[in-house]
Every structure is written in structure tokens, then in C-alpha cells.
């Protein structure tokens, strides 16, 4: 049981390659697709800071030297299908040594039963609800985005009518002073 507990483990876990690739050096790893897989699929994160450069020969598809793809830091996924071998060519151009993961695993193709299809039919309808989700949250951030620009609108211009209203009060006081001045009051006499 400890023995199939352990290669569970590994099937799992290990389709993962932690990988030091030195500078200026082109790695090359491959994988064989048999015409009853479904898919290949392969997984590059980059784990130091840098770049690599990346190329996947697929069978029967010639490629120049010229023909590689640029990864930066983060997490790239490649599917492809067709039965092969498939080769992956990573170079460093960087001066400096670069950390990654590498994983890839082929999917094989399996029989549908009740109640993996039932199962299967739950996912797709739980998939299409929370993408339905989704677009509603996304459509209300949208308005209220939309609402807190028109709220700073209308709070600039309740400062701007605030501030207008300030300006007419002093207009009407310095008005007012100078209306006064005109009136010079005589001593002894009370208005």
C-alpha cells in the first residue's frame, strides 16, 4: 500500500523538472505522443528573473533556427496534439544562470461512463455559472466606476457653485464698504 501510496505521489507531483540552465546554452527535452493520447501539454515557470527563449519542434513541422519564442518570469502553457516525438529547445541568452520549472504530461484518452458524464455535465454548467458571474461583477464595477466619476463631478461642482457663492458675498460686502464711503457722518449727528 506504502509502495502505491509513493508512486501515486510521484505520478502526481513529479511531471515537474526543477531546472538550472547555464548562460548562453540550449537545453533540449523530449517527449513522445503516442496516435492514442489526446494532447500534449507543457508547463514552463520561471522562477529567477531573466529571460529564455523557447521552441517546440512538433513531428513532421521543420523550424529555422531563427524560430524561438521569448518567456519572461511567470508561467507559460503550451497544448499541442498529434501523435510524435516532440522536442523542446530552451536557450538562455542572459549572462546569468536561470531557474525554472519544466513539466509536461500527455492526456490519455479514457471511457466515458454515467457518471463521468454527469459529472462532466455539472462542471460545464458550473462553468457557465460562474462565468455568468463574472460578467455581472464585471458589469457592476463598470457602474460603479461610471458613478464615482459622476460623484466627483458633482462634487466639484458643488465646490465650484460654493465657491461662486462666497465670491458673490464678498463682491457684495466690498460693495457695500464702498457705498459707505461715499456717506461720510458728521460728528454730533446720528443717522
Do not use: H
Not at 526543477?18 to 508547463?43: A, G, R
Not at 529564455?52 to 497544448?79: C, E, H, Q
Not at 458643488?158 to 461715499?182: C, E, M
Request: charged residues 30%.
Amino acid at each position: 500500500m506504502k509502495l502505491f501510496f509513493l508512486f501515486f505521489i510521484e505520478y502526481c507531483f513529479c511531471w515537474r523538472n526543477y531546472i538550472i540552465i547555464d548562460p548562453k546554452t540550449t537545453e533540449t527535452f523530449y517527449e513522445q505522443v503516442k496516435s492514442d493520447d489526446l494532447q500534449l501539454t507543457i508547463d514552463m515557470s520561471l522562477i529567477s528573473k531573466g529571460t529564455l527563449n523557447y521552441r517546440v519542434r512538433r513531428p513532421n513541422v521543420v523550424l529555422a533556427d531563427k524560430d524561438f519564442k521569448t518567456a519572461t518570469r511567470g508561467s507559460a502553457i503550451l497544448k499541442y496534439s498529434g501523435a510524435g516525438p516532440y522536442a523542446i529547445d530552451i536557450f538562455n541568452p542572459d549572462d546569468e544562470p536561470i531557474y525554472m520549472v519544466l513539466g509536461s504530461y500527455v492526456d490519455k484518452e479514457f471511457e466515458v461512463d454515467e457518471d463521468t458524464a454527469y459529472i462532466k455535465s455539472i462542471l460545464e454548467k458550473l462553468k457557465s455559472d460562474l462565468r455568468n458571474i463574472y460578467n455581472q461583477n464585471m458589469r457592476i464595477k463598470e457602474i460603479k466606476e461610471e458613478n464615482l466619476r459622476n460623484l466627483k463631478k458633482a462634487k466639484f461642482k458643488a465646490y465650484f457653485l460654493f465657491v461662486i457663492a462666497l465670491l458673490y458675498i464678498l463682491v457684495a460686502y466690498i460693495k457695500l464698504r464702498v457705498v459707505k464711503s461715499f456717506f461720510v457722518l458728521k460728528k454730533g449727528v446720528r443717522p
